[in-house]
């Protein structure tokens, strides 16, 4: 396997630097003197100074660092050595951004448009290759490297200003617009700095004025320009060439997203700019500057093998653990029932369900095949009620004249006093298209979820009673709704007591512009025991951001005060808390944590802030990997993608973990898969609260086969997902909760009594 990783080479283990005490003003008049030859960086309280080709700057005294001892100096040296070489290499290509590192592509054939758009708007808009590289830190195998991480994405590009729209009678008003600024210095060095600032209300003369988070405020129309969403694009691509010719442009573009994102192509592209980048004339290119510091740069992507052998959970189907498998959950299912089937309560339950009269036939079929199944089929021959070993299923139909909100209304108001355990409501596809409020997929869960009853969603295309995935999908997540715990995994062996703590997140946002107020945030936690059960989900309530982790944790004591008692967890015993958070915010979530330690006097608390992320800058190749043929269209797919479970351990505290590989993307169409990035948090800079390090569990194998064994854990499909399901569940809990505080009357407090433990989110 390959990482898009170029290790740095040195000959050297230490080098020599000067450097001054740091003042604000000091650094900003350095740069301001010396910045065509020479670069300025802060660390701590020293400014360090490289001088890349001017004369002695004549101020500080030359200290001695080692390369890997003094990392975050050597890192900053690297960064800025890189910038200064690659402006001397390529002084006609103008960086985007210093760091990330990125610049785009001038060649016509990197510019997917280029050819549909008219002479005047080639390379005034265009869809372009950006390349980005970002400098890393590794200890992988425990050997100490830096190394520049490649990455290929396509951007638009828009060179218009709204003074050149507005001459050519395009109008702007309600348009999202961005600041564009050159920054002090850096005409000619770095791209304009842009800035979202709002939207156009009206425009007179050359000036527009923009709606903002200060209020209305003026703008020259010369520095605006349109804010670059597709949205917006090709509104004014309708305008400039006509709606079909847009229309054909932006088909390209999807077209092209298959081809575009190919694991095997965005392989060979990263090794060619790499050759780019790092050689000249078939030569390593020297990143030298007068002090000495040497480096060169390996164009060969870095050769890893897989740090930990994971394993793929067994399916367990009783408490008594006997009834396992270890191919696919479904098969557990068929052949021994879930695993709660002994104690799960609700034998025979009530359904409701709810369809327009003109399909309620095909309706009232299709919840047959639900009940009892498809005899010819592979997966759902017993249906629901076999399946999930229920005594009996009672359904109550309720039939619409028309798919107005007030039809369901009338209907679920009568249903106060039968209290169905679920109801399915059969609902047509434009109800996604539109807005939230007033939506009736969000104001019919909102009032059913008022009365503590899930309920499943059925689009009306989606109503095939002879689709078994579709009716075994449902079932999965109907049983599950109602409370139901179809599969454990094992959990692993420990003297410890552990708990598994999803913390999601839904922010309150009133604008999006810059410097608008995003700062309040609901939080959303779920429990789970580690064999994956589903144990509670809490709610906190809104608080401002840097509040969050305060409220969180005395949402966290409210729920392990409750789970000891149901437990019996007894006093002295070490209870290990693994947290899987959205975003590490500084130190405050362990000052949180230090807080919950310091008051539990009577248990021992082992803990872990385990960030799990797609977002970040490292992909995984297998040159070796041959592509497969999908299940359902036939075509290729795959190529150069790891298998699943293929992994590297970057350093310590961070690992990456390949979570689809071939066999489980759908089809070509996806084209990439990268892996996810699994990462113990520690505390960072000077932190003040003593000991804390004797609480953090830090066994990253623990964890990294922890959260994939978790991906097995969501009950919204039998497939294996890229996350784990602690995650998936909170994510989904906030999105929906982000959703339906735009419903009048909604009151999400109701989350935190009897749906608590039900997974009414699938």
């Not at 740091?22 to 010396?34: F, I, Q, S």
């Not at 367990?316 to 959950?329: E, G, H, L, Q």
């Not at 539109?434 to 997929?441: E, I, K, M, Q």
């Not at 960072?684 to 064994?709: A, P």
Request: hydrophobic share 35%; aromatic share 14%.
């Amino acid at each position: 396997m390959r990482l898009n990783y170029f290790p740095i080479k040195f000959d050297f283990e230490n080098y020599q630097i000067r450097a001054t005490d740091y003042t604000d003003d000091k650094l900003t008049d350095l740069r301001e003197k010396y910045n065509d030859t020479h670069s300025f960086f802060r660390n701590e309280d020293r400014i360090y100074i490289s001088n890349k080709e001017g004369q002695d700057v004549g101020i500080g005294n030359t200290v001695t660092k080692n390369i890997f001892e003094n990392k975050d100096i050597t890192l900053s040296l690297i960064k800025h050595l890189f910038f200064r070489t690659f402006r001397e290499r390529f002084p006609n290509l103008i960086p985007v951004d210093f760091y990330p590192f990125r610049f785009f592509s001038r060649k016509e054939k990197d510019d997917i448009i280029y050819d549909l758009l008219p002479f005047n708007l080639r390379n005034k808009i265009a869809y372009k290759k950006l390349i980005e590289i970002q400098l890393r830190y590794t200890e992988i195998n425990g050997v100490k490297r830096f190394g520049f991480l490649i990455n290929i994405r396509r951007n638009w590009l828009f060179k218009k200003s709204c003074l050149e729209l507005n001459e050519e009678g395009y109008d702007l008003k309600g348009i999202e617009v961005i600041h564009s600024e050159i920054l002090p210095g850096m005409e000619n060095v770095l791209a304009p700095n842009e800035e979202f600032v709002g939207v156009i209300e009206s425009i007179k003369d050359s000036y527009a004025f923009v709606k903002t988070i200060s209020g209305v405020e003026r703008f020259g129309l010369k520095d605006l320009f349109i804010r670059k969403t597709k949205f917006n694009i090709s509104r004014y691509l309708s305008f400039a060439v006509g709606k079909e010719k847009s229309q054909i442009i932006l088909d390209k573009i999807e077209r092209k997203r298959s081809e575009v994102y190919n694991s095997k192509k965005n392989y060979e592209e990263i090794k060619n700019i790499a050759n780019t980048l790092f050689n000249e004339k078939g030569k390593a290119v020297s990143f030298l500057n007068k002090d000495g510091f040497l480096f060169i740069v390996d164009s060969k992507p870095l050769k890893v093998e897989n740090s930990l052998s994971i394993e793929k959970p067994t399916f367990i189907f009783d408490m008594a653990k006997t009834k396992t498998v270890r191919s696919f959950p479904d098969k557990g299912l068929i052949n021994y029932g879930p695993y709660d089937s002994i104690i799960f309560d609700i034998k025979t339950p009530k359904i409701l369900g709810v369809c327009h009269k003109n399909k309620r036939g095909l309706f009232t079929r299709f919840l047959k095949h639900l009940k009892e199944g498809l005899p010819q089929s592979d997966y759902f021959k017993s249906g629901f009620k076999k399946k999930y070993n229920l005594t009996d299923i009672k359904f109550s139909i309720k039939e619409l004249s028309s798919y107005d909100l007030s039809e369901y209304e009338n209907i679920l108001d009568k249903e106060d006093d039968q209290k169905p355990d679920l109801a399915i409501i059969e609902i047509p596809a434009e109800f996604k298209r539109l807005p939230v409020s007033g939506n009736p997929y969000y104001e019919i869960k909102a009032k059913l979820l008022a009365l503590e009853i899930p309920v499943q969603f059925i689009n009306t295309k989606k109503i095939d009673p002879e689709n078994e995935y579709i009716l075994n999908t449902i079932s999965l997540q109907m049983y599950a709704k109602m409370g139901g715990t179809p599969w454990v995994l094992p959990a692993q062996r420990s003297v410890d007591r552990e708990i598994i703590i999803g913390i999601g997140h839904s922010w309150i946002r009133e604008f999006e512009y810059a410097g608008a107020n995003q700062n309040r945030v609901v939080g959303i936690t779920t429990f789970m025991s580690g064999d994956g059960q589903y144990l509670l989900g809490e709610k906190t309530k809104d608080v401002a951001y840097e509040d969050y982790f305060e409220e969180l944790i005395l949402s966290l004591r409210n729920s392990v005060n409750f789970l000891s008692k149901e437990q019996g967890w007894s006093e002295g015993e070490t209870i290990r808390l693994i947290f899987h958070i959205f975003k590490p915010l500084k130190n405050i979530e362990f000052e949180a944590i230090s807080q919950f330690i310091s008051d539990t006097k009577e248990y021992e608390i082992k803990f872990a802030f385990v960030t799990i992320g797609k977002y970040h800058p490292i992909s995984l190749f297998d040159p070796e990997q041959k592509s497969v043929y999908s299940y359902r269209t036939r075509s290729k797919k795959g190529a150069y993608i790891p298998v699943r479970g293929s992994n590297v351990f970057l350093d310590e505290e961070t690992a990456i973990v390949q979570m689809y590989g071939a066999n489980e993307l759908k089809s070509s169409i996806h084209g990439m898969s990268k892996p996810i990035q699994i990462k113990i948090r520690k505390p960072t800079g000077k932190y003040g609260v003593q000991g804390i390090d004797n609480y953090i569990f830090s066994d990253l194998s623990y964890v990294v086969q922890q959260v994939y064994t978790f991906t097995y854990l969501s009950w919204r499909s039998f497939l294996p997902s890229d996350q784990p399901a602690t995650m998936i569940y909170s994510n989904l809990i906030s999105n929906l909760l982000g959703k339906m505080r735009e419903i009048q009357g909604w009151d999400p407090d109701v989350l935190n009594y009897n749906l608590k433990r039900k997974k009414w989110f699938l």
